[in-house]
């Protein structure tokens, strides 16, 4: 009796799991690519066995980089009509002829590999193999690519920024292009981007949409954010806020903004990068001096106390280090009336702003 219990709850279970969305459960399915809906995985390509499609993350040029012993490990899955499963887009399917003559299928440019140590259908043990290695989604939002870095000055870098040949490990958007950080940014803040978007052809600004998108298993989800930029979304990794570099020209795998203007100002990002920095309190106030201080200053006061003084420069508030050092003085000034002198009182408004960099400035100290 407890026997025939067992063989119904595996009976059961088999039905259960045979019973999913995609296609591969079905005998009848004939030779092709489907998709796979798995509670444990989510979404991924099978073939008509059931049998996982991985991605390798060196094929971000698009051709195979995995060649000869690699392909023991990993076979190449090629069909040359497959039938293409509900919820895949035809038009993301193609072929390439590999360097040995022999044909692989790609999806959205990854060509698609069997795993050796998959036995059975369902197996999924080729996902983040030595972090190249991922069940290949029809929906990631970003993927991991692994090459050499080549600047815009075509000289070949390092993971270091310095020159030479080696791998790195860098995050692409769905279409394989490179995104970057700036050095400049700090956490969730663009320094970068003019309210008038006029430098944005040289940095665009990314927006992954990563809604209901899926991630390869090494990136975590909670580490991505989006922030407002004059209207525009853009995506941020660890607090970095995420750009294009311009002259990448949207195509796959290319590098070129780690030079530009100089190499390690414009970082690739990968999962080792350290978490963006919240600004200091001094960049803050100088943040604020320049953005709302400085055009008071320049227009109202720096007539007079650009040189007026003989005895020193210190009363040229036109930098931002003077106007620091008597910050407080400034406020007292403009809200008593004493200064703009003999001119126009400044608005309220006006006024509160040296108030505001008043108090900024005391947050230094
Ligand atoms: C028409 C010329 C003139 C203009 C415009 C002017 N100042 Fe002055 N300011 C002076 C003179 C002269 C002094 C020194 C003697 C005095 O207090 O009258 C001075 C002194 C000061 C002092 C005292 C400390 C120091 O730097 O010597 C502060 C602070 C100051 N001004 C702030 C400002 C601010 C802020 C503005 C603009 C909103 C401004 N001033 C605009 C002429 C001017």
Redesign the pocket.
Known sequence: MKNVLRLLIIVFAISITSCSKSDEGNKNVLPGVYVKDSSTMGRYLVDEKGMSLYYFTKDIMGDSKCTEGCLDLWPIYYNANPVIGSGLNDEEFATITRADGSMQNTYKGWPLYYFVNDVEADDTNGDAVKGVWYIAKPDYGVMLADGQLVGDDGKNYMSDYKEGEGMTQFMVNMDGVTVYSWVVDRENENNFTKPDFSNDKVWPIADLNLMDMSLPSSIDMADFGEIDVYGKKQTTYKGWPLYYYGKDNGERGITKGVSFPSPGIWPIVNTTIADAVPPTPTEIAQAYYAGSLKP??DT??T???AG??NQSN??D?STFDHAMA?AG??YN??NSG??????VK?SQAEIDI?KKFSDLVSDIN
């Open positions: 008071i200053i109202r006061c007539t007079c106390h007026y003084h210190e009363s508030y008597r003085g400034l000034q403009v004493g200064m703009p002198k003999g001119g400044l040296f």
